[in-house]
């Protein structure tokens, strides 16, 4: 009677919204059950469920970690229900839980694999560098994911580079999602409602990066009342505040950060450190407008910037701002559709203050997308997701202006560059049976480079030495090149018991943005550019299978994943090759091949009074370019054989909780001399095979405690306080090894330099609430 | 550190960071000196070799490469056979000199403007070739001194505070590529408290450059002496290969190190460059009246 058998006919559909009863933020991932069948639905990112149903009476049970359970019976005998549900949070004795949400079997049912979500509870108490707790810090304590060194905020996922990894907030792009150079990233927690990192098997609705998207989604704003949260720290301080414009309908939030450094600086009365100032700031704000189940409007910004500036010769900067405007609008109780509007600009200047040689150089890019994504609910077996992804791009890589007149410069810029990109995408979840399900899809991606702009036709070089070349103009939006992909995706998972869970994936991605960076840790003065006549669109390839095994009550969760992935087109530089301000820096381009495997383990202990994550992951990333390392092959930068992360928080009481980190990973490549010689009087190095090095193992241990003063009953505020020590004991890891000319007394030689940055920083931050 | 081209005022910025930021701020970056047990490579030819448009007798160096830890200087090689030949016709020998630790060509010449020069090596059975040509080259208008007041506030050599500034037309119908030398009472300044390489192409730079300060400080009654020699675009990518792996932090903001890319090709590896450049020069004394920037 139930299964196939038609996919709409004679069925009623119940559906709604499910919402947190004390502020009202929509749920992600709340498990909707027909007790009856045994099956359901999951709510979405917006927290809308649907379920169509032959007609008659079912019982409904809603299930979301740390939350009440919700039972109720429905009628569906003679017409179609709309039902939203609050969910209470569950209180525990006198203690909250902390731990909150998706259903505790979620990781083995669930059809996604290689996919990680991060729980944000957990990441603000565990130690963090100047107390300033970052999920870009958590993410790359996840298996498979690797950092090129610490304090950085680059990562890198199965043997992609850092370029690879789509990093959207409320679903628009962030180019740079550093602070100070990697030390912070540009996620304020206090705002954050979710956040997940695919590493493969990204469904057909994503697409543009080759090795992951972390999806962050900042929280709706309190609905009910008004709050604030906030934090000081040794570093920076945030609050946040949220309130209905009108209870139960509409709510804003807005957040700011400001990183005091430079207040500090200024005190000193060292001129190298007073004059030398340098902050960051953020602001996240929102609204959110729930008109009727049928339409509901959102819109978002996010705004920072980080300012340097050294006394009265140079100065730099960047940032990133995006704005989205979003409506997710019901066509039926089946047909749910969203509608984003997304612009987004990130830019940087650098700027040196000299009457002789002045210049300030800027440099930005702009992005415009429309994204139109339907989900349709034809019944319980089937959620099948369509839609359109359209994107207008600007890059402008540098404009160079005199600051003083009597510059030797004049103003010049870089070639501007523009780009259309059009994605069409299709996609089914599909339950086969009680055990078996798949995700299936194909993305159908085209990429136009476009006018107005110049293109070199280069000619041989010349007999003259001069680089020489046809100019060819093209006009505005007038087509350059396409590129056109398609990319099939699919994921399956089979229950092989209600404990243990087996998967695969296959998923193939483009991208047709590429970072301009010949550096392991990219910086924010690296430029993105379009796929075009010198740079192809970069294809990677992934397969991937795991074994998924929960035992003791769904609270230990264990996973073992193995992938192979193999990417085309990866771009990367002949040797020495100058990339900033290179006019001709395409006859330096050179596209790469790059094989990566890996296998990872990961634990993770979801509930009780410890709770924790340990991963390992052992990997290998392998590139071949064409005029790099003589065309033999060299591990990547981030090459890390061994790598194991873990973290845990302890609850003891009430007051006090704790929590630590380790990690520990095989020493990165480098580069290092193996000769040397005299070249009209510079001792300059031989140099090893590429990455022919690596450096000393890296680990550290941080520690944590996070001290809860009992709240006084008759005041809101809430307070408490977080304890921290970076680098327990105190290792020197190496962040980097160079060579160095010397010119002293006692000759002129050249020595290996070791850089190790943060030695035991304990810090404080104090968080409050109310 | 000014002077170079952007890639080095970049990573001067950079460095400004690296320093001022990590060090001073984070008060928690530490740098020391360590010793690594390290390959050694086979050693390998090293070419050193100019030809300009002065009428002198140009050199050819030619040597081997050592090992990282290697103490002294890497041998000369002496028994090899070096000739350059002009595609005018003309053909030099070089010979061996002991005096000059380098080949020299036996009779002086002087490289001619659009002229193309090639260099053939024979040693050990083995032959190398290189190829470069002479770029033109405008000339130096002017050079001034003054005294840089923040460098006397602070200088970093005792009574080193005199900067020099040089004026002159850069023709901005053509791509050029640009090499500078400073010398200091003519001694080539290469090494202050950083390394120094001086180049720049001509990208951005407008047509005048008027009074810019030199990258070298002298004091009271220093001769000062600038010259400017045109590269060919191969020469310039040498250089900025050379300065990349020069200043090179170890891969991680800057590019990973690399060799820099030779124009000599041989049937073995080789290193260094064959340039053929045109040279201008002016010199002052540091401190006359009468070349002072008023």
């Known amino acids: 009677m139930y299964g196939n058998a038609g996919f709409t006919q004679n069925k009623f559909t119940v559906s709604g919204y499910v919402s947190d009863a004390e502020n009202g933020e929509e749920l992600i991932g709340v498990s909707v059950l027909v007790k009856e069948l045994g099956t359901g639905a999951i709510s979405n990112m917006y927290g809308f469920y649907s379920i169509s149903l032959s007609p008659g009476k079912y019982q409904l049970a809603l299930s979301y970690i740390g939350y009440e359970t919700v039972e109720r019976e429905i009628d569906l005998t003679k017409q179609n229900l709309v039902l939203n549900f609050s969910l209470k949070i569950q209180t525990m004795g006198l203690q909250e839980v902390i731990v909150t949400g998706r259903p505790d079997d979620h990781n083995l049912t669930e059809i996604s694999m290689s996919r990680v979500e991060l729980n944000l509870d957990q990441v603000k108490k565990l130690p963090a560098l100047f107390g300033e707790s970052d999920i870009i810090k958590a993410i790359q304590m996840q298996p498979g994911v690797i950092t090129a060194g610490e304090g950085t905020s680059g990562y890198f996922v199965r043997g992609g580079s850092s370029d690879q990894n789509l990093i959207l907030i409320d679903e628009a792009p962030v180019y740079d999602a550093s602070h100070l150079f990697g030390l912070f990233s540009v996620f304020n927690s206090d705002v954050i409602k979710s956040s997940e990192l695919y590493k493969g098997g990204i469904p057909a609705q994503y697409g543009g990066r080759l090795s992951s998207m972390l999806d962050v989604r900042t929280r709706d704003g309190n609905n009910k009342r008004f709050a604030a949260t906030g934090g000081i720290g040794s570093l920076a301080s945030r609050i946040a505040l949220e309130g209905p414009l009108k209870r139960d309908e509409s709510s804003f939030l807005i957040s700011a950060r400001r990183s005091y450094l430079d207040v500090f600086q200024r005190m000193s009365s060292h001129e190298d450190v007073n004059s030398n100032l340098v902050h960051f700031y953020d602001v996240n704000a929102k609204l959110n407008w729930r008109k009727n189940n049928n339409n509901r409007f959102f819109v978002a910004g996010y705004f920072g910037r980080d300012v340097f500036r050294f006394g009265n010769d140079a100065a730099f900067g960047w940032g990133n701002s995006t704005l989205t405007f979003r409506w997710n609008h019901l066509y039926n109780e089946r047909l749910f559709s969203n509608l984003t509007l997304v612009g987004s600009n990130f830019d940087y200047s650098l700027e040196l203050f000299d009457p002789g040689i002045g210049f300030q150089w800027t440099a930005n890019m702009q992005d415009l997308q429309l994204k139109l994504d339907y989900t349709w609910y034809p019944n319980p077996d089937h959620i099948v997701s369509f839609g359109y992804n359209g994107s207008y791009k600007r890059f402008v890589p540098g404009n160079i202006s005199p600051n003083d007149p009597s510059s030797i410069f004049k103003a010049w810029s870089l070639e501007k560059m523009y780009a259309f990109e059009h994605a069409f995408y299709l996609g089914d979840e599909h339950r086969i049976s009680s055990r078996l399900s798949m995700q299936y899809g194909l993305r159908l991606s085209a990429f136009q480079n476009v006018g107005s702009t110049l293109i070199r036709d280069y000619l041989r070089e010349g007999e003259t030495g001069q680089i020489e070349y046809e100019p060819v103009y093209y006009g505005k939006f007038e087509p350059i090149k396409t590129f056109i992909n398609l990319e099939p995706r699919f994921n399956a998972r089979y229950m092989l018991s209600d404990r243990t869970s087996l998967k695969t994936s296959y998923n193939r991605m483009t991208q047709n943005v590429h970072l301009i960076s010949n550096s392991t840790v990219p910086i924010p003065f690296n430029t993105w550019q379009p796929s075009s006549p010198y740079l192809n669109t970069q294809v990677s390839d992934q397969i991937a299978a795991g074994v998924f095994r929960n035992l003791a009550n769904n609270s230990l969760e264990f996973s073992a994943e193995a992938y192979y992935k193999w990417m085309q087109g990866v771009p990367d530089f002949a040797d020495g090759a100058d990339i900033f301000f290179n006019p001709d820096l395409a006859l330096d381009f050179r596209p790469g091949d790059v094989e990566a495997y890996g296998l990872e383990l990961h634990a993770v202990k979801t509930k009780g009074k410890l709770t924790g994550s340990v991963a390992y992951t052992w990997s290998k990333a392998i590139r071949t370019t064409p005029d790099v390392n003589e065309d033999r092959p060299y591990y990547a930068n981030f090459d890390r054989r061994h790598v194991f992360n873990s973290y845990a928080t302890y609850d003891l009481n009430d007051a006090w909780s704790f929590g630590a980190a380790f990690t520990y990973s095989t020493g990165r490549p480098i580069t290092l001399p193996v000769g040397k010689y005299n070249f009209d009087g510079y001792l300059v190095d031989v140099v090893s095979e590429r990455n022919g090095y690596r450096l000393p193992d890296f680990h550290r241990l941080d520690l944590s405690a996070t001290w809860k003063p009992a709240k006084n009953k008759s005041r809101k505020w809430e307070g408490s306080w977080v304890f921290s020590v970076y680098n327990a004991y105190n290792r020197k890891n190496p962040f980097t090894i160079h060579s160095r000319s010397v010119n002293d007394d006692n000759g002129h030689r050249n020595e290996l330099r070791m850089i190790y940055l943060f030695p035991v920083l304990p810090s404080v931050t104090y968080n409050f609430n109310f | ?294």
């Not at chain 2, 360590?34 to 160096?61: G, S």
């Not at chain 2, 200088?155 to 037309?169: H, N, Q, T």
């Open chain 2, 1 to 294: 550190m000014r002077y170079k081209s952007k890639n080095r005022k970049y990573l001067s910025l950079m460095r400004y960071f690296l320093s001022s930021f990590t060090v001073v701020i984070l008060f928690s970056s530490c740098e020391e000196t360590i010793e690594l047990d390290l390959r050694q490579t086979e050693p390998v030819l090293v070419v050193d070799a100019l030809i300009t448009n002065q009428y002198k007798q140009h050199y050819v160096k030619l040597s081997k490469t050592i090992g990282y830890y290697d103490k002294g200087d890497n041998p000369t090689i002496k028994q090899a056979s070096v000739r350059v030949v002009e595609n005018a016709g003309n053909s030099y020998d070089f010979t061996y000199s002991e005096d000059a630790a380098a080949y020299l060509s036996v009779i002086p010449f002087a490289a001619s403007p659009g002229n193309f020069y090639e260099l053939f090596i024979e040693h050990e059975g083995k032959q190398f070739y290189a190829s470069d040509s002479l770029q033109p080259i405008g000339h130096v208008e002017d050079m001034k001194w003054r005294i840089n007041e923040r460098q006397k506030r602070r200088p970093w050599k005792e009574g080193y505070y005199y900067e020099v500034l040089i004026s002159a037309e850069e023709p901005q119908h053509r791509k050029d590529f640009y090499l500078f030398h400073f010398y200091r009472n003519d001694t080539l300044q290469r090494y202050d408290d950083k390394t120094g390489l001086f180049f720049s192409d001509d990208t951005a730079i407008g047509e005048r450059i008027d009074n810019m300060a030199g990258p070298v400080f002298y004091s009271e009654g220093d001769h000062a002496r600038f010259e400017i020699m045109s590269l060919t675009a191969s020469a310039f990518r040498y250089y900025s290969h050379l300065a990349s792996l020069i200043n090179n932090d170890g891969g991680m903001f800057t590019g990973i190190p690399a060799n820099p890319r030779s124009n000599v090709q041989g049937n073995e590896r080789v290193m260094g460059l064959f340039q053929v450049s045109a040279m201008a020069k002016a010199s002052i004394v540091v401190g006359d009246p009468e070349f002072e920037l008023k």
